[in-house]
T-cell receptor, first 114, second 115 residues
Framework: DTEVTQTPKHLVMGMTNKKSLKCEQHMGHRAMYWYKQKAKKPPELMFV???????INESVPSRFSPECPNSSLLNLHLHALQPEDSALYLCASSQDSISGNTIYFGEGSWLTVV | AQSVTQLDSQVPVFEEAPVELRCNYSSSVSVYLFWYVQYPNQGLQLLLK??????LVKGINGFEAEFNKSQTSFHLRKPSVHISDTAEYFCAVSAATGTASKLTFGTGTRLQVTL
């Protein structure tokens, strides 16, 4: 069982909607991540938070807005998305953002933009 | 920058047969290597990782991998597969230096185990 919990598991939204994906971990990890995975493709890193501060933004469009309210929570706010943004969004966490630490993934949120 | 190549997009194998999933990497710096498994409609789970030390790494579910620096490879093996091993397997690499844990994934290998 994953210890990274993501909600909702499935989300369908229109291109003018505003919605949010939520992620929670209670492992005491201080690094949290958002990955995007298209069908039959590998995950691609979007954002890294380290000690609640955004440390990496992989040139993600501004229609995706991450937020880390505290060390256990990570949100991804979605606004004015395009159909090509439909994908599995994976949240992950690790003890810290030092290379080599195991990254634990949640089960993901399936997003469909119509 | 680092890159990972998984040459086999699909590997069909019969139950109880051995299997090897191939992974080669490219990097100008020292690296850490990982194998993750993704079951249908689920997130990724770490099978094993190589950071340093013994080049033979044992992981969960009976999998093991061997780090070969001269061949820049990190192939995953299992001596006898089970139906439940059917899944997508991703090899990943990160630079051993620096402060950001940025994983670069290969394109994945679909392991299909049949009776």
């Amino acid at each position: 069982d994953t210890e990274v919990t993501q909600t909702p598991k499935h989300l369908v939204m229109g291109m003018t909607n505003k919605k949010s994906l939520k992620c929670e971990q209670h492992m005491g990890h201080r690094a949290m991540y958002w990955y995007k995975q298209k069908a039959k493709k590998p995950p691609e890193l979007m954002f890294v938070y380290s000690y609640e501060k955004l440390s990496i933004n992989e040139s993600v469009p501004s229609r995706f807005s991450p937020e880390c309210p505290n060390s256990s929570l990570l949100n991804l706010h979605l606004h004015a998305l395009q159909p090509e943004d439909s994908a599995l969004y994976l949240c992950a966490s690790s003890q810290d953002s030092i290379s080599g630490n195991t990254i634990y993934f949640g089960e993901g949120s399936w997003l469909t933009v119509v | 920058a680092q890159s990972v190549t998984q040459l086999d997009s699909q590997v069909p194998v019969f139950e109880e047969a051995p299997v090897e999933l191939r992974c080669n990497y490219s990097s100008s710096v020292s690296v850490y290597l990982f194998w993750y498994v993704q079951y249908p409609n689920q997130g990724l789970q770490l099978l094993l990782k190589y950071l340093s030390g013994s080049t033979l790494v044992k992981g969960i579910n009976g999998f093991e991998a061997e780090f070969n620096k001269s061949q820049t490879s990190f192939h995953l093996r299992k001596p006898s597969v089970h139906i439940s091993d059917t899944a997508e397997y991703f090899c990943a690499v990160s630079a051993a230096t620096g402060t950001a844990s940025k994983l670069t994934f290969g394109t994945g290998t679909r392991l299909q185990v049949t009776l």
